[in-house]
């Protein structure tokens, strides 16, 4: 089949390398794609924002499956536009997508639905003095965050009542985040370890699957410190995280949600990612989205022995989904990312000692934020810039790798972090 993967970041490279390995894919074509996928399939210039775009992209290029999709774009209708032609598209409708599209609705599904997570409360400009009021209620530990959708970047966590208090304000007035921000929801901050479990689903509660659990680092600093970023590296297998757990939150968390969707009318399909916080009294729910987490995609997708093109038309057609197998290979993947992001990335700076990188046994690199200048050389083009990525029998080689091969690429002001997966692995970072 040909599947027309959308978007151009490095959860996009990984999905075209591994739907470029399936048996069931003759042709990959990314829209807009990045120069690292043009090694593994066709790049066509389009917005990838625009439903009505890619939907006719689709129609052009007869694609059997259309696959991928920001939030913001599935939000847009992505999937409902593409379906309209009569073609298949993995993920939500536009409808099911408001999960993560807005927070505060989410937060009602799943209060409906029973699904343990954080105390919370939603709030808009008129009740200013509740919501100040509100986070008072908390217990040392304040998370703010936007209603809609804000690039990864409208969550403040918090031990300071006052940048809290802050955050409120310039969120409700619209000066940090626009519309987004004027309705937030405030909630307790949770503590533990996180938990990105990507579930394949086909409209049918117990039809969804898991995929292998993974674990994501927010900040952008060493020892989880500074500002949250889209996510600075991950990994896979999470060796604190056993099939008892992944069970738990199926029955728990994920398939409540779709029951309480399913009671309103909303079939899910595609991914739906559960971030979760292993509390000391379980697994907590911190989020939903509604497509493949960036970075996790990079360390879980790869892992897959089921046929991800079949895995994606299954769901995406609402039939049974094949079972759900993977590599018993541990995979790391680290974030390569510009001066100063997340606050104001660099970009334009040539990137050196890819080949070199590349070279090693078992690593690959997804590229997230590049572009080819006018003279032909690779630059960077965003925050997270790369993905240095590798797979292992074990986590601490695969870490190894990842690391061995980071350390062969430098451009100016160049960052990532030093300790992804290193607790997991049991070493130092
Ligand atoms: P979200 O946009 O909801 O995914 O939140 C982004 C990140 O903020 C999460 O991955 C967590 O690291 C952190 N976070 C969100 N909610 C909470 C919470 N209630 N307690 C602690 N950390 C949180
Ligand atoms: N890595 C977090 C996300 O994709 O939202």
Redesign the pocket.
């Known amino acids: 089949m040909r599947v027309l993967v959308v978007g151009s970041g490095g959860r996009e490279h990984a999905l075209c390398w591994t739907l470029a390995r399936s048996a069931s894919v003759d042709e990959v074509i990314a829209a807009p794609g990045n120069p690292g996928i043009e090694s593994v399939g066709r790049c066509v210039s389009i917005d990838p924002k625009d439903p009505a775009a890619v939907a006719q992209l689709a129609d052009d290029l007869d694609a059997n499956l259309v696959l991928g999709g920001s939030e913001e774009s599935l939000v847009r209708g992505l999937v409902d536009a593409v379906q309209a032609r009569g073609r298949h598209a993995f993920g939500p409708t536009a409808q099911a997508a408001h999960l993560e599209g807005s ?1 505060a609705w989410m937060k009602e599904v799943v209060a409906e639905a029973g699904v343990p997570t ?1 105390r919370h409360a939603t709030f808009t400009a008129a009740d200013q003095d509740a919501a100040l009021q509100f986070l008072t209620t908390l217990d040392g ?1 304040y ?1 703010v ?1 936007t209603d809609g959708l804000a690039g ?1 970047k ?2 403040v ?1 918090t031990e300071s009542l006052d940048e809290a208090r802050d955050a409120v304000r310039a969120y409700l007035s619209g000066s940090a985040f626009g519309d987004a921000g004027r309705t937030l929801v405030i ?5 533990g370890p ?1 938990l990105s479990l990507l579930v394949v689903c086909n409209g049918d509660v117990d039809g969804a699957a898991p995929l292998a659990p993974a674990q ?1 680092f ?1 900040r952008i600093g060493d020892g989880d410190v500074g500002p ?1 970023t889209g996510g600075m590296g991950a990994y896979s297998p999470v060796p604190i995280v056993g099939d008892g757990v992944v069970e738990q939150v199926m029955v728990e968390a994920v398939r409540p949600t779709l029951r309480a969707l399913a009671a309103r009318g909303i079939e899910y399909r595609g991914i739906l990612y559960a ?1 979760l ?1 292993l509390t000391a009294v379980g697994p907590k729910l ?2 939903y ?1 509604v497509r493949f987490g960036d970075p996790e995609c990079q360390v879980v997708v790869p892992r897959l022995t089921t046929d991800l093109g079949e895995l994606c038309l299954a769901s995406a057609s609402g039939k049974p989904l094949p079972e759900v197998r993977c590599s018993t290979d541990a995979w790391v993947t680290v974030v390569l990312a510009s001066e100063s992001y997340p606050a104001s990335p660099r970009t334009g700076d040539p990137i050196e000692g890819l080949d070199a990188a590349e070279a090693l046994p078992s690593v690959v690199l997804f590229h997230a934020g590049t572009a080819r200048d006018d003279r032909g050389r690779l630059v960077t083009a965003g925050g997270r810039v790369l993905n240095v990525t590798a797979s292992a029998p074990t986590l601490g080689e695969a870490r190894d790798r990842a690391y061995g091969a980071a350390a062969l690429i430098n451009w100016p002001g160049m960052q990532f972090r030093h300790d992804i997966a290193a607790e997991a692995a049991g070493v130092s970072a």
Do not use: I, Q
């Open positions: 927070k954080a530990l998370v965050k990864g409208g969550v966590v909630e307790e901050g949770m503590r996180e994501d927010k949250n971030g916080m911190v989020e989205n």
